[in-house]
């Protein structure tokens, strides 16, 4: 008798912890509605500006080659998060990493935990946990890790094995460029968006 009821008991706790614990991608406790809710504004913001991004890396190097194409990122990666912003309305966009080419780009407090959230369980676990979301005041905040790939390597690759003439035109343009040294599958950074506290209430009603 005794045994069954503690058997009981940590079934219980299994399931409370399970039901009402913190979302495992989240700063905070919320209710699972409200995460769906989060997650599809922000992953619908991320790809929105992703692949406007693509569109315009795979023109430029297509058009103008490796060293043209590091000036069309220079001049259009920001105006194009600010199109991407102004399409969408009411949230806001931004790139962000630890090893940053663009100091705009630098991490904040929260921004930097995210990352090092997403590096901690990479880590840990071999995975890139799909998203994490926090709360902050008034607003919540939607990351998208993002992953180094092969076409990556001509900007942001091992030194080494770049086109010198590439090399050239980002430390003239960035002198204090961080974002190189990278190899396929590294973790880069992540896409933040910052959706107000009332736009996700309206939606979860
Ligand atoms: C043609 C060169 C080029 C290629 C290829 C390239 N990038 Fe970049 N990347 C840049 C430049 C230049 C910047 C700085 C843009 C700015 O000034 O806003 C940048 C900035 C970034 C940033 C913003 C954070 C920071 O460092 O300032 C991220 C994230 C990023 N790149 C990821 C990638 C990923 C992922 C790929 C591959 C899918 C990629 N890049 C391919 C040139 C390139």
């Known amino acids: 008798m005794k045994k069954k009821l503690a058997?009981?008991?940590?079934?219980?706790?299994?399931?409370?912890?399970?039901?009402?614990?913190?979302?495992?991608?989240?700063?905070?406790?919320?209710?699972?509605?409200?995460?769906?809710?989060?997650?599809?504004?922000?992953?619908?913001?991320?790809?929105?500006?992703?692949?406007?991004?693509?569109?315009?890396?795979?023109?430029?190097?297509?058009?103008?080659?490796?060293?043209?194409?590091?000036?069309?990122?220079?001049?259009?990666?920001?105006?194009i998060t600010r199109e991407v912003e102004e399409e969408i309305g009411d949230i806001k966009?931004?790139?962000t990493s630890f090893k940053y080419r663009n100091p705009l780009n630098k991490p904040d407090k929260?921004?930097?935990?995210?990352?090092?959230?997403?590096e901690k369980t990479l880590k840990e676990t071999g995975k890139l946990p799909p998203y994490y979301i926090q709360k902050l005041d008034g607003e919540y905040r939607y990351y998208k890790p993002l992953k180094v790939q092969n076409v990556?390597?001509?900007c942001h690759g091992d030194p080494k094995y770049m086109d010198e003439k590439v090399l050239q035109k980002i430390r003239e343009l960035y002198p204090n460029d961080k974002a190189i040294g990278y190899k396929p599958g590294d973790f880069r950074g992540a896409i933040r968006v910052s959706i107000p506290e009332e736009v996700i209430k309206e939606a979860c009603l």
Not at 12 to 17: E, P
Not at 110 to 118: C, D, G, I, S
Request: aromatic share 6%; charged share 25%; proline share 3%.
């Open 93 to 95: 966009l931004k790139r």
């Open 7 to 79: 058997v009981a008991g940590v079934v219980a706790v299994g399931v409370a912890l399970f039901s009402c614990g913190k979302s495992q991608y989240a700063n905070t406790d919320l209710p699972p509605k409200r995460i769906k809710v989060i997650k599809d504004y922000g992953e619908d913001a991320a790809q929105m500006l992703l692949s406007e991004l693509k569109k315009e890396l795979k023109n430029a190097l297509k058009t103008k080659g490796p060293v043209g194409a590091i000036e069309v990122c220079n001049k259009r990666a920001m105006e």
């Open 152 to 154: 990556c390597l001509t």
């Open 110 to 118: 929260y921004e930097a935990e995210a990352l090092t959230f997403f």
